[in-house]
């Protein structure tokens, strides 16, 4: 999960005029130029990711292996820091006995900030990174955790979990949230205004589990049961979009089964290298099982991650993400959005739900690489693109790309976890500061 800890000091204020009609105009003739640019970056991304990535079991074994052996010899974390500054010693076990099942891995992070979304506040993020059976052949386990609450009183409770069993036969994912949340909704489509802003206070309960089983070489197949519940719904402003989509609803809830299949070859989610993410979700939402009407959705996400050379430790990473709507109307906060997927993370670069609609494309790309040779710091460039369609014709229309710098500090070597800053502009002066708990994707 992220923070986002600074902003444009003009985001708030009316920007819906600013630019003219005639740039106006020129946005939207070259935004409908690009879409299908866009989605042709989607295709290749996904096209090159699966054909590129199909390896022996054994050979993605000895990478995960090698990243282990270069985190534990040469790399150092903020407790190595810990230990030069002040002459500690935190534990006097050898390294290699700290890699075994049941054997616990922290990264916490106590921090006071600001958000795009919240003003002040006080966060506490915490990863827990463990292995339940045999490294060599059991992925990385991980539980991440934190609490937050800001003086618009906003209190963020998520608890999401990836957890691997014993020689990857079972995959259990959960993510299980409680928000108190009033925040600004900026209406539908891809070329919303600030100056329509609309705030809105709501609470939510989420509930996703997962259970996956292994099949065959990196795929896995299963399903389980997603509930979202936005409940006490107060508008305290007048967006048009929001009006007419909602009609007044004071709660929402979307309650069904999904099917899941996946690939994944990565060994340690926290920090992959070298590895291939697909996964395709299928989900129902069903009146019969206590939803406020009924939809459908297909979620198309991938990850690469490119080792460019081999004795190099940086890394090319490439994300799509992607959700597609259909067979009813989604309440609106239970479609896609910027900074709404697993980990919060779309969108660097625009505040959390910026761009709403029923289907969203969104493709990412960071370059990792180190700053110090022990892995201590590092640093990132990235580029993302996104595009939700218009309401209500249905269309994609409009790109809005994003871009930035950031930095990563090692905060445990053994689960490989970065403190990551990363400050990220996008079109129409948006730009902020975003903090994450791990890597971004």
């Known amino acids: 999960m992220r923070a986002k800890l600074k902003h444009n000091p003009d985001t708030f204020k009316n920007r819906g005029n600013h630019s003219g009609r005639s740039k106006n105009n020129r946005i939207r003739t070259v935004n409908r130029y690009l879409t299908p640019l866009l989605i042709l970056v989607f295709v290749f991304i996904t096209s090159f990711s699966i054909t590129a990535q199909h390896k022996d079991t054994i050979v993605q074994y000895a990478s995960a292996k090698e990243r282990v052996a270069d985190s534990l010899n040469r790399q150092q974390d903020i407790f190595d820091l810990f230990n030069k500054i002040f002459g500690a010693h935190i534990s006097s076990k050898p390294d290699t006995l700290k890699l075994r099942p049941g054997k616990l891995f922290f990264a916490l992070v106590p921090a006071i900030g600001y958000t795009l979304e919240g003003n002040w506040l006080a966060n ?29 009183h906003q209190l963020i409770v998520p608890v999401i979990s990836d957890l691997w069993l014993k020689n990857n036969t079972i995959n259990l994912l959960g993510d ?27 609470s939510y309960i989420r ?29 305290e402003g007048t967006n048009p979009d929001y009006n007419a989509y909602t009609r007044g609803a004071t709660q929402t809830i979307s309650s069904g089964p999904v099917v899941h299949f996946m690939y994944d070859s990565r060994s340690n989610i926290n920090n992959p290298i070298d590895a291939f993410y697909g996964s395709v979700t299928y989900r129902y939402s069903p009146t019969v099982l206590g939803s406020t009407q009924q939809w459908q959705s297909v979620f198309l996400e991938f990850k690469k991650y490119i080792k460019l050379w081999p004795s190099s430790p940086n890394v090319l990473a490439l994300w799509s993400w992607n959700v597609f709507t259909f067979g009813g109307n989604a309440p609106y906060f239970d479609m896609p959005s910027n900074g709404w997927d697993i980990n919060n993370n779309s969108g660097r670069g625009y505040i959390q739900g910026r761009f709403r609609g029923q289907n969203m494309i969104y493709d990412e790309a960071e370059y990792r690489f180190r700053i110090t040779g022990n892995g201590l710091l590092g640093g990132v ?48 002066g948006s730009r902020g500061l975003f903090v994450n708990l791990g890597e971004v994707f």
């Not at 990863?127 to 992925?139: G, H, K, L, V």
């Not at 600004?184 to 329509?196: A, K, Q, V, W």
């Not at 595009?387 to 490989?416: C, H």
């Open 124 to 152: 506490v993020s915490l990863n827990t990174s463990f292995y339940t059976a045999n490294p060599s052949s059991t992925n990385l386990s991980t539980i991440n955790y934190g609490t937050q609450y800001d003086l618009n």
């Open 176 to 202: 299980w949230r409680y928000y108190i949340y009033p925040s600004y909704t900026y209406g539908l489509g891809g070329n919303t205004s600030l100056s329509n802003s609309d705030l809105i206070d709501y």
């Open 207 to 235: 509930f996703y589990q997962e259970v996956l089983g292994h099949f065959n070489s990196f795929f896995y197949f299963g399903g389980g049961f997603n509930y979202d519940d936005h409940f006490f719904i107060k508008e």
């Open 381 to 428: 460039l990235f580029a993302n693109a996104e595009s939700v369609t218009q309401y209500p014709n249905n269309k994609f229309e409009y790109i809005d790309p994003g871009y930035g710098v950031g930095l990563r500090l090692k905060m445990n070597k053994y689960s490989d976890v970065n403190l990551c800053f990363d400050y990220g502009f996008g079109i129409m």
